[in-house]
């Protein structure tokens, strides 16, 4: 399969039109569109992750978060290392995002099963018709007990968790940075918001609003990537291997 063939095939299942306006998804490099011999997949493109594609000798690496999300008014060799490098060796980089994130079998579907929500419905639509989150079950009633639920399927660290009340009855599932969507899930029903990333200031408006919210952390919640479009691209019989993402941060 060439690499324009896999761009067509990966855009029936995640439509790149069904990105976020404000998302950067697609090519970030496109380079020669040959035959794919090998694909990297990665949650992020990080210089590490760029080498280990040289090292691999792979045509084209796929990534969650893109490569160049904001527009670039120049290059530089540091700051802009694994672009470089990835041009240099022909190696394209593509992306899917937000157009992943709400997919069928994309992102929210896999972390709702991964945590253990059965999934009921969605909200806040996208102009293309799909859920920016999901709702759903959650696995126990009890938030704190449902946060360690989640702090295990997910293999985080630790989460952050604040209990409106002691239990919920209906989850929002976010993947990500999901605390934007809080007021969205709120009129939707949810009790509980499952996401990542939150800022100091959305405890303070899940306060205000009266939701529980579990941040399990922007990384933990979207690492789950490789391991879904490992299966797309088994499917579509492309050679590929993963790159073994790390958190950009420790916990000590």
């Not at 605390?179 to 990542?196: K, P, Q």
């Amino acid at each position: 399969m060439k690499i324009s063939e896999l761009y067509a095939a990966l855009d029936k299942l995640y439509p790149f039109s069904s990105a976020a306006d404000f998302d950067n998804t697609g090519f970030s490099f496109k380079g020669s569109d040959r035959e794919i011999k090998k694909a990297v997949l990665c949650l992020d493109v990080t210089d590490a992750a760029a080498e280990f594609a040289v090292s691999e000798a792979a045509d084209i690496i796929i990534s969650h978060h893109p490569l160049v999300f904001d527009p670039l008014k120049s290059l530089d060799v540091c700051r802009d290392k694994a672009l470089l490098t990835l041009i240099r060796n022909d190696i394209s980089a593509l992306s899917l995002h937000t157009n992943f994130d709400t997919a069928p079998c994309g992102m929210n579907e896999t972390l709702a099963s991964a945590i253990g929500v059965a999934v009921t419905g969605g909200f806040s639509k996208t102009p293309s018709g799909l859920y920016e989150g999901l709702l759903g079950r959650p696995p126990f009633p009890d938030v704190r007990r449902t946060a360690l639920v989640i702090k295990d399927a997910l293999s985080a660290p630790s989460v952050r968790v604040y209990a409106a009340k002691e239990t919920a009855a209906l989850a929002a599932v976010v993947a990500g940075s999901g605390s934007s969507l809080m007021e969205e899930a709120v009129a939707a029903g949810a009790d509980l918001l499952i996401t990542g990333d939150c800022k100091h200031h959305a405890f303070i408006d899940a306060a205000r609003l009266g939701i529980s919210v579990i941040d399990a952390g922007h990384f933990y919640t979207e690492r789950i990537f490789s391991s879904v479009l490992s299966k797309t691209l088994f499917d579509l019989g492309v050679p590929f291997t993963v790159y073994a993402d790390v958190a950009p941060y420790q916990e000590v």
